[in-house]
């Protein structure tokens, strides 16, 4: 189906009004964050929440800064496939309550996982998932890892438990910072905490590696201090490692920053200002008795006090001052905090490598690890599939590598594009010089890629694995570079870069809708300057319709493309038109497009009694819990600020009910006040934005769902496939589920859900991804009698395109009328088509949504998307105002 439509940012620049612009202000993508920790790190991603478990430094912990909203937490595909596990920190300990007391059998955390044993003191169930991770990869994947890091592993195994569960507990932060030995805590786990901590700051030797480090493309070189030595330890010391004033004074808290400072007798109005005076003061002092005392000269004697360094070993610019005071109060500062622990970076990154492997993911949690092992124990039913993990996603070693710097490569892309505000003509250069660099290598990957598509995998088998290809992260900076030559008017280059973007059909396929889109542009404006025309096209007028004429059949190509997504096809069909229009194309010739033109939702207003509560002084609760007078005033709401929530009474409560009672019992939300109102038009109804589309699609996909394809279902306790919220799901099943939106389409949804609830539903209750039980059977039957198919099949191939991304901004209310409500004050005569008994015509149904919205609300990008999906597909649309004619305070 056609018509789908998602509103561009400005910053694609596929508006043609915003082609002459040359290097605007894009508009503002996320917020941005320091990346000082990322710059060495493949495995984490920039839009990730930081856990704040680390003792934090002086400018983390500032009372006067302000606070940047964090991103939504990210969930690997793993995470997500398993079932809503409560995995916090209460069920962890129900977990091992019901172990505590069962004996601990001999074999790896495999074994313990299997029997279901938990000692306390002896396992966790942080330490089982770690190892459960560690031994699934070298059982399959051993091949990844030289000798140095398999030796490293053997040393892991010869470690501790209790050392083990520290490391664990440490790596789960998910940071390198130092932390104080003093605030660890975990005694309850940790009997001896010197101990543990002595096992993981042994220095260990090594054997030499026979792997070598090959170079990458985009990359600068590789990290320092990421691979490892001749020697090794899992943990550092702060008395090795911090030396130097600006890395110890960011272990202070702010009260202890405070006192060092008026020691110093420097000021600030914050942490970050008293740092900042703090450590230029340091720099600039000299004082008696520690002008020359170096971190080398703790143990024994100091330079005499009138010695003086050279210009390379003092922070002083001026020749022959006495070294500043920074070893004084390194030593000062560490005095305060006491002993520090670091997990040491080498062996940090190999297990994070490791991770990467087993969860298939660069992102993981605490909640990643627990989850998988809470959900092994959960007495629930889960879907009959074919468990299959492959163990050849990285070929090699050297591909592994290649995949972690090409992540970096990304990053330093994305830190300009994206995290850094309005990049310049001097950064956007960087990126293209990236580009240059990644081009070549990308082309290859792509023609070995292809050769296997053609010759090992069956049909989509290996759509899911290519996301862990260099190859992939490759076609996003070469995407990117596509959009800075855009910014430099290299226009012939870009036309390129986009035909061959659109020539595989291997990556990122989720983008062709906006490659399409783009590459028409250039057509219909620039190529007549730079591309041959036919020889017949004499003058520049000729050359610009033969390029039109280009144009179009690109648009037309991407309308075609099964793998244009349909939210993009909206705008490929505008540019049809219009170019049909400019080239005089005969009206018969025209493409129509009728059927899917977007149509404004209509506007319902529904008026009632909203209740007003003063200021809440319960700083334990949002609601005042004090009830008092109830008073009615006729002055309208005016809310404190956009988007506050809005409190009514509920027009079905008995009319003869009081106002003040209505007060204390009748209260409900803004949505469900106006569900009253609907449900008194006859409609049935459901507060459930987009829980019911969710469950609809669960009932009519379910066999696709769990289809066996290999890699997709890596244990047993999964409610759907790996690749369900990428973009791989629906090219590696394009013939299944075309097969099933076509029998959707035909009427044949009904039989799908009495199927899916005869098999699955009833006490079986199997946990499927989206399937909420508690919408009634009856209901969906109901629904999907009433939805036309070809609407129905339209919307449920916009969630298989994008179900990861389309989640959200469902309109609040589900309406429905089933067949056969009379039509109200209608009559109609003898012998009509649909006549009823009574000689009164019946109505075939009909399926609404409505977008609930109080004088405080605005719509949001992703609710207009589905507005727009919706009355594209035909489905009638309505805004619903909720306004108050009178407001009850009490």
Sequence with gaps: M???????????????????????????????????????????????????????DSEADSEDEDLEEQPRERRTDLESALPPIQSDKEAIEAYEATRAAEQAEEGGSKDRLGERKWVKGKSSIYVDAF??????????????????????????????YEAQYLY??????????????SKLGYHSDVADLPRAIEDLQVVRELPSSSSQAGEHPGELEPPEGTTLESSFSFADRSEDCISDLEEASSLLLLDELKALAKDARVQGKNKKELLRAFRRTSGKQTGLGFASLRRSDTEGS?????????EDDSRDTTPGRPENRDAHWVDKIMAETGPCIRLSLPTLKLFERVHLVFYRS????????????????????????????SANIFASRALLLEFEASLRTQFRVDNIMEFNGTPSKETLQVVLDIFDEVHPRWKALLAEEQRKEDSIYSTGEGAYLRRLSPAWVYTRIVHKGAYVLGKYKHHLREHEVLCELLNQRLFHTSRRGDWYQRKALLEEHYMHLHLPSPPECKDVESRKKHWKRVALGTCEQGLQDQLTHLIFHHDLQKRTMKLEKQLKVPKRLQHDFQHVLLTKPAERTFHDVRIERPPSTNTGSRRNSEQGATTTTAIPFKPDRRGAKTIWLDPALNPTTSQEEEALSGECSVEAMCLSHYRSLGYKGYHSEGGLLRTLFAYLFTDLLFLYLPNVFQTAYQTCPLDLHTDAFYPSRVSEINARLNEIANGGAEGLVRRVWGFHGGERRTCIVGLDWTFEVEDLVEIVRVWPGAALSTVMKVLAQEYGQRGGG????????????????????????GEGE????????????????????????????????????????????AVAKESASH
């Design 362 to 389: 660069t992102e993981w949690t605490e909640k990643s690890l627990t989850t998988i092992i809470l959900a092994r124990i959960a007495r629930w039913n889960f879907p009959d599939y074919i468990v299959s993990r």
């Design 2 to 56: 056609l018509g789908k439509r998602v509103p561009h940012p400005k910053s694609t620049k596929y508006d043609d009004k915003e082609e002459a612009a040359d290097f605007s202000t894009p508009r503002a993508k996320r917020v941005k964050r320091d990346i000082t920790n990322h710059a060495h790190s493949p495995n984490r991603s920039p839009g990730k929440r930081r856990r704040n478990n680390a003792v934090p």
């Design 838 to 881: 009574d000689g009164v015509e019946e109505e075939p149904g009909e399926v609404m949504f409505a977008e609930v919205k109080s004088e405080s609300d605005r719509l949001s990008d992703t609710q207009r998307m589905w507005i727009d999906v919706l009355s594209g597909a035909g489905v009638r649309v309505e805004l619903c105002h």
């Design 302 to 310: 100091a330079v005499s006090i009138g010695s003086v360094v050279s």
């Design 168 to 181: 664990v507990r440490l790596f789960l932060r998910k940071t390198s910072s130092w932390h104080r030995v």
């Design 131 to 160: 190892n459960l991770a560690l031994e699934t990869v070298l059982e399959d994947e051993a091949h990844l890892f030289d000798e140095a890091e398999h030796a490293v592993f053997t040393a892991w195994r010869d470690l501790s």
């Design 810 to 833: 469902v309109p609040d209310l589900f309406l429905w009328k089933p067949r056969g409500m009379k039509k109200e004050g209608e009559k109609v005569g003898d012998g009509e088509e």
